[in-house]
Structure formats: C-alpha cells, structure tokens
C-alpha cells in the first residue's frame, strides 16, 4: 500500500516540548499539505509545499510552528514549546501536481497524527 | 470567517433509503467542490467531486449537485447502507483570489451521518 503514511499515529508531549511530525507522500506525489483538526471542527489548512519550497504557508499560526519538505526524506511538521490548545488531529495530504484552478486531482490524505499535550 | 458550511451537524437514515447532505458556501471564486467521508482514527477519504461548470455529477450511489446562483452543494446517497455511516466533510478549492492555488482546500465542519438498519 503505496499511500500517505504519517508517523506517529499518537503523540503525547508535555507543555514546552516539541513536537515533529512526519508525513511520507504516496509515491510519484511532489506536493504536500498539512490541515489540523481541531475537536468538533472540519479540516483547517496550514500550509502547503513541494520539495524544498512553501508555496503557501498562510494558515500557519505566526510563531511556534514551521513545516519543511526536503529534497530526501519526509515533510516534516515541528511545533516548538507545545501549549494544550495544540491538541488536534495533524492530517498530511499529498497530490501529483500543482493543477491550479479547476483542479481535478484529490488530495490524498494520511491516517493522521493525533497530538495531546499534557 | 466560515467559508463552507455544513449546518447539520449529524442526519439519522434508514438502510436502503436516500440520505441527502447538504453544503452552503460563500466565497464565489470556488470552483471545484469535493466531498470526503472519514471514519474515527482514519484520514479522510474522497468520494466525488464537481466542477462549477456543471450542476451534477454521478458515481454508482452518490450523487452531488451545484446549484452556483444559490451557492448551494448537495450530495445524495442512495440507498443508504450501513457502511456508508461515517462523518461527511464538503470542502471546496479554487479561484486565482486564493494564495498558491494548487489543491488548497476549505472545509466545512462535516454531518455525521448514521444509516440505521
């Protein structure tokens, strides 16, 4: 099974810590999206990425967070000194190409990172 | 600012009926509408999708319709089967106003829906 694979499935950090995330796209996919969950909320974009570039970073929250996806090796979410309201559902998404308006290829989504800060 | 809507939070269908959910969204640069399923602890899944150049489109039991003048997306189930209970997320994308284009998606807060034997 050749699709999205984010790791870990849970994660547990104390208020301070950091936190790293990892997303593998499917094979053949150059482009990566992160969307947190929040409880009782739909999917909220974060930021999207291509291999050593954000093309658009415009739902990061300003401080604490940042997001890479280098040239080898997986896309990489890092929250640095976590808070409670932290706490959510990390999904990575990965498409074939950036298809612009009209696009007509899915997102393709990973299982998830569940983060509780304690 | 809620940009794509889903205003029931959950819909109760018997098995074998039609289930209908619903979808409202603002932002008139949208043009490709998508709905996903998601089951608890997985990611979420697409089902169908529409192009704002038509007003439906069908996939074995799944049906969406677009109605642009009223902003208005709808996606219908039938019938409904058991495994079809899941949380229904309505999302949309598009439009040159939107930073980076590409498949930057607008979710909704998604209907759970339940389909009842």
């Known amino acids: 099974n050749a699709g999205v694979m984010q790791n870990p499935r849970h994660l547990v950090r104390r208020r301070g810590q950091e936190a790293r995330l990892r997303c593998s796209p499917m094979?053949?996919?150059?482009?990566v999206y992160w969307y947190r969950q929040l409880p009782e909320e739909g999917l909220k974009f974060m930021v999207y990425?291509?291999?050593?570039?954000?093309?658009?970073e415009s739902g990061m929250p300003k401080e604490r967070f940042s997001a890479e996806f280098p040239k080898e090796g997986p896309s990489i979410l890092r929250i640095q000194q976590v808070v409670r309201g932290d706490s959510a559902a990390y999904f990575c998404?990965?498409?074939?190409?950036?298809?612009?308006?009209?696009?007509?290829?899915?997102?393709?989504f990973g299982n998830g990172t569940r983060l509780t800060v304690t | 600012d809620q940009q794509v809507k889903q205003n029931s939070p959950s819909l109760s269908v018997q098995e074998g009926r039609i289930s209908i959910l619903n979808c409202d969204y603002t932002n008139s640069m949208f043009d490709y509408f998508l709905w996903y399923k998601k089951y608890p602890a997985e990611g979420p899944t697409f089902l169908i999708s529409?192009?704002?150049?038509?007003d439906k489109n069908e996939d074995g039991r799944f049906t969406v319709f677009l109605n642009k003048s009223a902003k208005h997306l709808s996606l219908h189930i039938v019938p409904s089967q058991p495994g079809d209970s899941a949380v229904y997320f309505c999302?949309?994308?598009?439009?040159?106003?939107?930073?980076?284009?590409?498949?930057?998606?607008?979710f909704g807060t998604g209907t759970q829906l339940k389909v009842e034997l």
């Open positions: 998404a990965s498409s074939p190409l950036r298809t612009g308006t009209g696009a007509n290829s899915p997102l393709h």
């Open positions: 529409i192009s704002s150049i038509k």
């Open positions: 999302a949309a994308s598009g439009g040159r106003g939107l930073t980076g284009g590409g498949n930057k998606l607008t």
């Open positions: 094979k053949g996919h150059s482009h």
């Open positions: 990425l291509q291999k050593e570039n954000i093309i658009d």
